[in-house]
């Protein structure tokens, strides 16, 4: 029998105990023996529910079984995390987590840690919640040189963004209604200003091209200053508003962007409504993939940990490899990104024409009278911006993804 500890049972934590308690059956008939929770750490109590019987206060009772060969890290945040996932490891004990702000912070330190102490450190829950697409990226995709990385990949601001377009609300009303469904936390910044994203896209763009890509490279920018006109323009254009993360070779480089992008219904990404997240990687063999499901919740979270335990315990202590390595990945500037702009203008269209070249889809609402939208060509980023920061006429602009990255 395999026993392991679940470190912090809040939300995932507890789904974790519950997966192997509801599954038990079939993952001993898949893994050959049976899988146990024996520890769980915390430091409330619960009274009256399974956790109470497992539950410990003392990190120590976890780190000096000898019986215990798998932790779950479901704590969150740095500290502790941190530090107990470390000694975890040095002691020989193999550690999966959902927690992407340690996996985005310490993630090289640990799998090295990990790799000289022949364990594993997996952390298949920490992008996409229970979207397989770590593994993924690691096993079936494994003979692909792989081109680019994009997603949806916050639950929070996609159902932000879907509520706000199919339901008329502006971005303080779908983000007190999150909040109160629980898809939003009472202190949202992570979500709405596009962190969490950010770390999820190093992370996944780190095992896709085989280095290190620090989150704190990558250029990120938000969903608070998307409001209902530009909701309603991106209707009037047949495109969607999602909160993008991407990552994509050009040349000899790679570049990063976490931001509001307008994308038409030719991609697949415009179809991915409320809470759900998709990836889309592009390989040079398999061209195009897509990976849909659920990027949070309790139980799809922790099923994505559970999968992680399962596959330790089958590899019986043997470290499971990863395309995951210290070598910093350089990024190039965004500004040299080419790509349409989406402008909301308060000028005239041979203004805009003047400034800008051949503008097209020029878009009047009638709510918005002294106004006007329209698509810029292509060009690269620090081209409009230069243009657009000593045009006094724009309102605001929205990047607008090109076909051809929907391909």
């Known amino acids: 029998m395999a026993k392991v500890a679940v470190m912090g049972c809040g939300t995932v934590g507890a789904g974790v105990i519950r997966v ?23 430091l409330r109590e619960f009274p009256g529910t399974p956790i109470e019987k497992i539950l410990t206060h003392d990190f120590q009772d976890i780190l000096n079984d000898p019986e215990i060969s798998v932790v779950v890290e479901t704590m969150g945040g740095l500290k502790p995390a941190f530090q107990f996932t470390k000694q975890l490891l040095e002691a020989g004990k193999c550690v999966c987590t959902s927690n992407k702000e340690l996996v985005a912070e310490h993630g090289v330190e640990l799998l090295e840690t ?9 952390f298949e829950a920490s992008c996409g919640g229970g979207i397989p697409i770590i593994r993924t990226l690691n096993e079936s995709l494994t003979a692909e040189e792989i081109s680019e990385v994009t997603g949806i990949l916050n639950g929070t601001t996609n159902y932000i963004l879907t509520t706000m377009a199919d339901e008329g609300k502006d971005f303080e009303t779908a983000l007190k209604e999150a909040q109160e469904m629980g898809y939003a936390e009472l202190h949202p910044e992570a979500d709405v200003e596009g962190w969490d994203a950010c770390r ?9 091209y085989g280095g290190h890509l620090s989150y704190k490279d990558v250029d990120t920018e938000g969903i608070t ?133 051949e503008i097209s889809h020029i878009t009047v609402l009638k709510k918005y009278p002294e106004e006007f939208g329209f698509l810029t060509p292509v060009m690269a980023e620090k081209t409009f911006k230069a243009i657009a920061a000593e045009d006094d006429k724009v309102i605001k602009w929205i990047r607008r993804g090109k076909k051809e990255e929907a391909e």
């Open 20 to 42: 192997f308690d509801m599954n038990s059956g079939a993952i001993a008939r898949r893994v050959g023996e049976k899988v146990e929770v024996k520890r769980a750490l915390d």
């Open 200 to 208: 999820k896209i190093a992370i996944l763009s780190s095992l896709a």
């Open 225 to 357: 200053k998307i409001d209902a006109a530009d909701i309603l323009y991106a209707a009037a254009l047949e495109c969607r508003i999602r909160l993008l993360a991407t990552s994509r070779r050009e040349g000899n480089g790679i570049w990063a962007l976490v931001a509001p992008m307008m994308i038409g219904h030719e991609n697949p990404l415009t179809t991915v409504d409320g809470v759900m997240n998709a990836v889309m990687v592009k390989g040079n063999a398999v061209g195009t993939t897509m990976y849909y499901g659920s990027g949070a919740g309790s139980l799809p979270t922790a099923s994505a940990v559970c999968g992680d335990v399962i596959e330790c315990v089958k590899n019986n202590g043997r470290p499971v490899s990863s395309d995951y390595s210290s070598g910093p990945i350089s990024l190039l500037p965004v500004d040299e990104v080419e790509r349409p702009f989406f402008v909301r203008y308060r000028g005239t269209e041979t203004e805009a024409i003047r400034k800008y070249g």
């Open 114 to 122: 990990a790799r000289a102490h022949g364990v594993s450190y997996l």
